[in-house]
């Protein structure tokens, strides 16, 4: 409306307009800004014929705004969460397909069922990290980063990629933020190798760790689950 009267005004009383010689005239309308710079000498010579023609074209330029403009980023929707059991907490094999069935880890379940891992799942949470980031929790996609490496196979390169990629887009999701996770992404990368044989590597739920000396002594064995 403001545009409309202004351009009327031009249109009809072009010398009427408090125009500074100096400093063009901005006006701003759906994030589109117009700038003009006139003069009142070209004003004062200008055909009256042209005047209607400059209205329009004022009125024109700023009546179709870009969508883009104005418009807030839409904040990405993380996925539904569930009271998941506790850090450090024993999961029974029927409470994880109860996880998977919540979070839609249908393949996972799968290969777990099919093939149950010989050590009991754990989670302790954001390994190496932070499961709290400025009062944000990120131990459910700490939590589900673990189930993933827990069931996998040694060698599965492929698969371990798309499980460090999930976490990153979980954390991102959370956070509202990609830089944090991004960070994480490249730190399981390097950290959850499986050659590293830790008790968070890849495989960790298949595999069959070397004990510590005590618990060599007590149970006589050389190779034992964790």
Not at 197 to 224: D, E, I, Y
Request: charged share 20%; proline share 8%.
């Amino acid at each position: 409306n403001r545009l409309f009267r202004l351009a009327q005004s031009y249109s009809a009383h072009p010398q009427s307009l408090p125009i500074d010689e100096e400093k063009p005239l901005g006006y701003s309308l759906g994030g589109i800004r117009l700038s003009l710079k006139i003069f009142r000498n070209q004003s004062d010579s200008m055909s009256k014929s042209l005047r209607p023609w400059i209205a329009l074209l004022l009125l024109g330029v700023v009546g179709s705004p870009l969508p883009l403009a104005s418009a807030a980023s839409p904040t990405p929707a993380s996925r539904p969460q569930m009271n998941l059991p506790a850090l450090g907490e024993e999961v029974p094999i029927e409470h994880i397909k109860v996880i998977c069935d919540f979070y839609g880890l249908n393949k996972l379940w799968r290969k777990i069922e099919r093939d149950p891992p010989i050590r009991p799942f754990k989670s302790d949470g954001c390994t190496g990290w932070f499961d709290n980031w400025k009062g944000v929790s990120l131990y459910p996609a700490g939590f589900l980063h673990d189930l993933k490496y827990w069931a996998g196979y040694p060698g599965e390169d492929v698969e371990r990629l798309a499980a460090d990629a999930e976490l990153m887009i979980d954390v991102a999701r959370l956070l509202n933020s990609t830089s944090i996770a991004e960070t994480m992404f490249h730190g399981v990368r390097i950290g959850g190798t499986e050659t590293l044989n830790a008790s968070f590597s890849w495989g960790f739920g298949r595999r069959l760790l070397m004990p510590t000396p005590l618990a060599s002594k007590q149970s006589g064995s050389h190779l034992h689950p964790r």
